[in-house]
């Protein structure tokens, strides 16, 4: 049966309705199942990038100790991501996901039994070993089910983790004043435990598809170090210790692409999926809009607090109306990319991201204004939305499914590096901005002001980016 965005030959696969836009109640189940795991670890993230003023008061220690709580969850997500394909082939996708689940689950356990500053960093990073995983194997799960209808199914699967950003200021601000913190970590229990029950009742089993591999240890060995030295050298630009880790991470990764390329179909990671005009053009899309999303999530709340005096309480109801905004565009997903296509609705949100985020270097030089801030965070939240879904749905689409393991491994790496390299990037110009504040004050915009100019600058990339993605879904 023909499916995807752009037609059918003999069926009209535009309309909602035809066989071809048609999901059965089975794959509904799988797809629903599946969005559970995004949902704890974005919430947990959420939640936990909220309190870290809350949690340095608490265990005694610096800001700049605790905000490893975050960064080395962030590390070591990244350090696992390239063993998914290889676990995948090894025993399917559902035992993968059933493991990292629990493991996760029972780290959340550990997070809130710790019993000072260090105990707590250490049990993050082993939270951030199986959080990983749960992300790439929810996506590749509601991709084999969803096959090449991923651009409307996604709508609807990201309405409760869209949710999470919404409701994670929130619980964190309620926890934090009725409650210990430890509760921050215990809430995962409960929804971790009814998650495995539904992904052991209801995710297909898979072992049968799966063909084992050797893995590729000597590129994981350049890899995993490389990243993971990238975004420390990144976080200590300033210092010696970062003029030494990226030239480093560059050596690393520079001997891993000649690795990669002598082991062809034995390789860690398929770099010529790279070759397709499509793939590619979806991940310098990634790369971006990810960049821009995570630096403005690390940008907007620091803005709040710090230099217009709210308190987190506070803060989490004022970033509402981006998790609106968001929430807003994802419900109509499907039928925005049937209307106007992957290219012209991922450009048009990249626009739309762009002139949310443009008031912001008004605010940061006249002050806050709550319904300007309102309005630009809408906006920001409409146009950020409307980039992951098409382009994600075009990138799958345009990957044979015995690739699709490989695939979400290399997206989710791409994805992975956005987020910590962008924010990281806008970050040290505001901390280097604050150290000057002296100088930056005669300035025309202020230190928040050029970090948002630098946040500008993210999304006026992602607007290139975007205008290379193909016009639709590629038809299978």
Known sequence: MPEGGGGAKGIDSTSPDSPARRLDASQWKIISVATVGSLLAQLDATIVNVSLSSLAADLHTSLATIQWVTSGYLLTLTLVLPISGWLVDRIGAKAVYVWCFLAFTLASALCGMAWSASSLIAFRVLQGACGGLLAPMAQMIVARAAGKQMARVIGYMAVPVLAAPILGPLVAGAILQHASWRWLFLLNLPIGVLALVLAWRFLPYDRTQ??????????????????????????????????????????????????????????????????????????????????????????????????????????????MPMGLGMLLTYLWMGKLTTWFGVRKLALGGALLALMGTLPFVWLAHNGLHAYVLAVALFLRGMGLSTIGAPSLSAAYASVERPHLPMATTTMNIVQ?????????????????????????????????????????????????ATARLPLAVAQG
């Not at 799966?210 to 240890?217: A, F, G, I, S, V």
């Not at 990226?246 to 390329?261: E, K, N």
């Not at 504040?437 to 630098?454: R, T």
Request: proline share 5%; glycine share 12%; aromatic share 12%.
């Open 416 to 464: 992975r590096l956005g987020g910590p390299t962008w924010t990281t990037l806008c970050t040290l110009l505001l901390a280097w901005q604050l150290k000057e504040q002296a100088h930056a004050a005669q300035w025309m915009f202020g230190p928040y002001g050029w970090a948002f100019v630098a946040l500008c600058a993210v999304h006026g990339l992602t607007c290139v």
């Open 210 to 319: 799966t063909r084992p591999r050797e893995l590729d240890w000597m590129g994981l060995m350049l890899l995993s170090p490389a990243l993971v030295l990238f975004l420390y050298g990144c976080a200590r630009l300033g210092g010696p210790v970062g003029m030494v880790a990226l030239p480093v991470s560059v050596t690393l990764l520079m001997a891993f692409l000649y690795v990669q390329r002598r082991k062809g179909d034995r390789a860690l990671l398929d770099l010529g999926l790279f070759r397709g005009t499509v793939f590619g053009a979806v991940a310098s899309t990634q790369f971006l809009s990810n960049g821009a999303m995570f630096a403005g999530q690390a940008l907007v709340p620091m803005f709040l607090i710090d230099a217009c005096g709210r308190s987190p309480g506070e803060m989490g109801w004022m970033l």
